[in-house]
């Protein structure tokens, strides 16, 4: 995770709701040293990622439209994605543009919610995906090397680009054309391992600027982290914080590709968390520095489903923290703090594009900027320290809270602080309750056996690197040997291997297990006299998706494998005629559909014990909301609803017992490993369960478990929506909703707390707390303060109950003055039924 510390530290359709890639408007997309230019005007832009295979297009369901709707609602403008190679042309020549990799489908939604896209085709992507995106078929290709100069891999890297672009011209896709994608990526972060491949990576790259080029978008392209993109690519910069990147030349824009909102998890990692104040901080500082286009990488992270996660170990789950969590839900604040921030940021829209910025510091730490032209003048104001200041500018003076940013879109009035989350919250987090999973019929299983059984299993000498031999057409792949033991005495064998997770089964019986990206195990094994199998169970979990050559890092069971006797002698294994099979005997069966003659149902089930398929059918949970499997129970497989893989499941890898904080500040430079959750707990319980794969009744839920465990324990999981909480402070600004009808006459309102319950048919049925004075303590557990005014709780249950949503000023005009000159605020915690 090194790298990803390094990086930080470096680093409308507007008028197209109609031309949804229809009617062709052709917008012309260029751009300056300020901002990208569409049609003839500079642009201030707000992205934000989604990765359409990471959630479903569903058309009952509406996760791709419901996932847009809410990107514009946050005040999105412009959605990138990346083109994920290895799902659109998982064997040679053999395109999929179906289902979750229905491409064309995603951007037509995207243009009709009124969004733009970035199109990031790479085609390498990173991403936590699989291999980084490339389909494994590439690695064969005689003479090949990936992301250098080299023939083999240009001319495929070129054909798979130019048959993308080909698809989006065809669908009149292009900006240019009418349709939404306003920009595109060739390559990713190359920059970041570049000096590895020597004097090629510079012609790589310039080849690479060329050809995306020559394919004639008629929109501009970047490269990010790559300070050497040759004209006219615009080079972007990725990161926790950009606000100090500049482009490679006057002619560019700064534009930020990849604003960690979080980041990932891995199976073993604790979960990772970024506080939003943070998050708007960045973002605010780099607006500031003469920025005009941010993407959130992710808006919304979703799910790794089937085999898709990259690795080793990246888990299943792919939140990312994100505003959008895992299953499209408004993750508060974070969404709402966000879209004020937007809001703010597109109030100062005509001056950040009339003219650069001029900053000056106004004392240590703080930074003022003003972006002055003719009559328009915005300005910022930046506390990059890790106290509070008060600062004079303009011959005013303000309170600048520590890391925080204020948005002053007139010169003069804060509409927003970074640091002064009010948006209302569902900050209890919420709970997932259990709901026992029944359907007709219980489950019933299968054994898969171990070792060789499939009639396509082959001999080599000496030990075969995994990924080479399995094609990543499985995670699992046997290696096996028969032994001749005179006396069948007791020893050891030591095992060494590349990883990612070894089971090693001596004579049909499990001896070992473990994982490491690094399998190192010396297991103490019992031989019979005569003949003794070895078999040795060597799985991946995710191929490597980062960092130079990462396609040849391979994987597997690489020895030396070694036999130890008690007589104190060893014997290298190593280069013996192993057995191999690729994948496992129910893989070949095709038993994660269900259909078998072979599943058996009697009351004996086995749990605990390694390899078994397991199967039941379902009915689907009431509700419309998301669903999910608690795998609490289980040990390490991959699950199935109706034949689809919700991906790898693996509740029993625990995160590190400590390393976590519940209330990480917000304050000082983030990292990935600053503000972790869940320590010593499962990294992962909940496995997304996509409505659209499902019928009300009769659906068949199968598992394939590797290390041994009991199916009657999962559940299905809910979320029950929490309490909603908010909190909003005397100093806090107006609305910034409230600036937006006139930008000159703002309103002095004053601070205002909201309440809105999260699900469109709720509404506000008590208030649980609610106190203007100077309360104590947090949501779930706020209580007062030595200020307190008695009539709060009857004017917030007068205003709420029984609305939406609710407005309340926070004055002394509503509530009284309780007392005197100490500065108060309200605080309300709510449910919503
Ligand atoms: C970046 C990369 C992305 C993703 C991200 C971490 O370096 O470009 O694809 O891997 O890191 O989530």
Not at 231 to 247: A, H, K, L, M, V
Not at 451 to 479: C, E, H, M, R, V
């Amino acid at each position: 995770m090194k790298r990803r510390e390094i990086l930080a530290a470096a680093a409308c359709f507007v008028v197209a709701v109609a031309a949804a890639a229809t009617t062709a408007l052709g917008a012309n997309v260029s751009y300056d040293h300020r901002a990208l230019v569409i049609d003839g005007k500079r642009r201030v832009l707000i992205s934000g990622s989604i990765h359409y295979p990471r959630s479903t297009p569903d058309v009952t369901n509406l996760m791709w439209p419901d996932l847009l709707q809410k990107s514009k609602d946050g005040g999105v403008d412009v959605i990138e994605t990346y083109v994920f190679w290895s799902g659109h042309e998982p064997v040679q020549n053999q395109y999929n543009f179906e289902g979750r990799y229905d491409l064309v489908q995603f951007i037509k939604l995207a243009a009709k919610a009124g969004l733009y896209v970035h199109l990031r085709i790479g085609p390498y992507v990173c991403a936590e995906w699989n291999y980084g995106g490339f389909p494994l078929w590439l690695h064969f290709i005689p003479g090949i090397q990936l992301r250098t100069d080299n023939e083999p891999y240009k001319a495929e890297m070129k054909r798979f680009t130019a048959k993308i672009v080909d698809l989006m011209k065809k669908e009149k896709l292009y900006a240019s054309q009418g349709g939404p994608i306003i920009l595109s990526q060739i390559e990713n972060e190359y920059g970041n391992v570049d000096s590895a491949y020597g004097p090629a990576a510079k012609t790589y790259i310039n080849w690479a600027a060329k050809m995306a080029v020559s394919l004639n978008t008629g929109v501009p392209w970047v490269m990010c982290q790559q300070k050497d993109a040759p004209d006219p690519i615009i080079n972007t910069c990725n990161g926790f914080y950009c606000d100090q990147f500049t482009p490679n030349s006057n002619n560019k824009p700064k534009m930020w590709t990849e604003n960690w909102s979080g980041w990932f998890l891995s199976f073993g990692g604790a979960v990772p968390y970024r506080p939003v104040e943070d998050l708007a901080f960045a973002v605010g500082r780099f607006f500031q520095l003469g920025g005009t286009f941010q993407n959130y990488y992710m808006y919304h992270g979703g799910t790794n489903f089937g085999r898709t996660s990259g690795g080793p170990f990246i888990s299943t789950s792919y939140d990312y923290d994100a505003p959008l969590d895992e299953y499209g839900q408004l993750r508060q604040p974070k969404w709402g703090h966000l879209k004020d921030l937007h809001k703010a940021i597109k109030l100062c829209e005509d001056a950040l594009l009339a003219t650069d910025p001029a900053t000056t510091s106004l004392g240590s730490n703080v930074e003022a900027t003003t972006y002055k032209s003719g009559s328009v003048c915005a300005a910022f104001l930046a506390n990059t320290g890790t106290s509070d200041k008060t600062v004079t500018f303009s011959g005013n003076s303000y309170k600048l809270p520590a890391w925080s940013v204020s948005i002053l879109p007139d010169c003069k009035t804060v509409a927003f602080n970074t640091a002064k989350v009010w948006i209302n919250a569902v900050t209890v987090v919420p709970s997932f309750t259990r709901e026992a999973i029944d359907g007709d019929s219980d489950w019933s299983w299968i054994d898969e056996p171990v070792g060789i059984t499939k009639d396509d299993a082959f001999t080599k000498p000496g030990l075969q690197d995994q990924i080479n031999t399995t094609s990543d057409q499985s995670d699992y792949l046997w290696y096996s040997l028969s032994i001749n033991s005179e006396d069948g005495a007791g020893s050891q064998i030591d095992v060494e291997s590349l990883g990612h997770v070894l089971h090693t089964f001596v004579n049909g019986s499990a001896t070992g297990n473990s994982n490491n990206a690094k399998v190192s195990e010396d297991v103490p094994v019992t031989l019979v006299a005569g003949k003794n199998t070895i078999d040795l169970l060597s799985v991946t979990v995710g191929l490597q998706n980062y960092g130079a050559f990462f396609d040849l890092k391979g994987a597997g069971i690489t020895g030396p494998v070694v036999l130890k006797l008690k007589n104190g002698s060893a014997i290298d294994l190593s280069s013996q005629k192993w057995t191999y099979q690729v994948g496992l005997k129910g893989e070949g069966l095709g038993l994660s559909s269900g259909d078998s003659a072979q599943w058996v149902s009697q009351s004996s089930l086995p749990t605990m014990k390694p390899l078994v398929w397991y199967k039941r059918s379902f009915n689907t949970p009431g509700g419309d909301g998301p669903l999910a499997i608690d795998f609490t129970g289980m040990g390490k497989g991959e699950a199935w609803v109706n034949g689809q893989s919700i991906g790898r499941y693996w509740p029993t890898n625990i995160a590190p017992s400590s390393g976590c904080t519940d209330s990480c500040d917000y304050r000082g430079s983030y990292g990935a490993n600053k503000c972790l959750k869940n320590c010593g707990k499962p990294s992962q319980t909940l496995y997304h369960v996509p409505r659209s794969w499902l019928k009300s009744t009769g659906n068949t839920l199968v598992l394939f478990e590797e290390n041994g465990g009991d199916p009657t324990k999962i559940a299905f999981a809910t979320p029950q929506v929490g309490s909603l909480c908010a909190q909003v402070s005397e100093t806090h600004p107006s609305p910034v909703h409230k600036w937006s009808s006139d930008l000159r006459a703002q309103t002095k309102s004053g601070p205002v707390l909201s309440l809105s319950c999260p699900h469109p048919n709720q509404v506000i049925s008590s208030i649980k707390y609610a106190s203007y004075g100077t309360p104590q303590g947090t949501c779930g557990s706020f209580n007062n303060g030595q200020c307190h005014s008695q009539n709060t709780l009857s004017i917030v249950q007068k205003a709420c109950i029984g609305s939406k949503n609710c407005s309340i000023k926070v004055s002394n005009s509503t509530f009284g003055e309780p007392c005197g000159l100490v500065r108060k605020s309200l605080a309300v915690e709510a449910s919503c039924t």
